[in-house]
């Protein structure tokens, strides 16, 4: 079954260009979407203004190579590997799973309509499209039943659907979910389905978190040239805790700061939010 393409048998009755106009449409609605929701949040804005202001306060100017290798950075960290969820390791797999999976999901989709949507493909593409499908409802499930917040910390039920809020991670792995139903069994229901699901997420980018993805990595990239310029964020700088004269200054950062603060506790890593 990973080996048949699902588009080439659709193409009986839906004809290629038509399954090749709506991923246009799809891609258009994203790009419309996300343009939306930055100018309603006025988020680029505040991108932009920060990072003027940052610039002002810069006490070095990082040269291209620096910034090249900050990007590289990012990418490595907080993008490819999501290192800002590493205390929360389940959160972190999750996500991975999701984003990889949707990622391949996507590209492979794209790559069966518009380059065999009337013919059969490469077994080894056709498994690629089966195992995004599969990453993506596997990290989709194991979130929304396991790790989402309002379920663990203020008993919330699984089934509870919070609109706006969930709208994002409820359409992704039922887009995943019908995806693979209508590959096994062939169903136009499956299909049609799988068509709404798709078309739900990539029609609300301006009411979901779907355009959360494109600012995410600007904002962290911008965070560690601002480390690394010097003007931290308009806030003054501390300097290293190790720092003889700034323990001097401070007497008590030992107490409260540094990797093991005796008087803090374990604080948000005592335990999991599990009261309900």
Request: net charge positive; charged share 15%.
């Amino acid at each position: 079954m990973f080996a048949v393409n699902p588009f080439a048998e659709l193409s009986a009755l839906i004809s290629p260009s038509v399954m090749q106009g709506y991923v246009v449409l799809m891609v258009i609605l994203v790009v419309v979407g996300t343009i939306l929701d930055m100018a309603h949040k006025k988020s680029a804005q505040y991108f932009f203004e920060n990072a003027e202001k940052a610039k002002k306060n810069a006490k070095r100017t990082l040269s291209g190579g620096e910034k090249a290798g900050l990007a590289v950075a990012t990418l490595a960290n907080e993008v490819l590997t999501s290192a800002e969820f590493k205390v929360r390791p389940a959160r972190r797999y999750s996500h991975l799973l999701t984003m990889y999976g949707f990622i391949i999901f996507v590209a492979t989709t794209a790559w069966l309509i518009f380059g065999y949507a009337a013919e059969s493909a490469p077994a080894g593409l056709t498994a690629m499209w089966h195992i995004g499908a599969i990453m993506l409802c596997l990290g989709g499930y194991w979130f929304w039943f396991f790790i989402r917040v309002d379920v663990s910390s203020e008993g919330v039920k699984w089934y509870n659907f919070n609109g706006r809020g969930d709208i994002f991670i409820v359409s992704l792995i039922t887009m995943g979910t019908f995806a693979l139903l209508w590959s096994f069994t062939a169903s136009m229901a499956m299909f049609v389905l799988f068509v709404i699901s798709s078309t739900v997420l990539f029609s609300t980018v301006f009411w979901s978190k779907f355009a959360h993805m494109f600012f995410k990595p600007a904002a962290a990239f911008q965070k560690r040239c601002i480390k690394a310029d010097g003007s931290y964020e308009n806030l003054p700088e501390l300097g290293e805790l190790s720092d003889p004269a700034i323990q001097a200054k401070y007497p008590d950062i030992p107490e409260y700061m540094g990797e093991n603060p005796p008087n803090m506790g374990p604080g948000i890593k005592r335990e999991a939010p599990t009261h309900y």
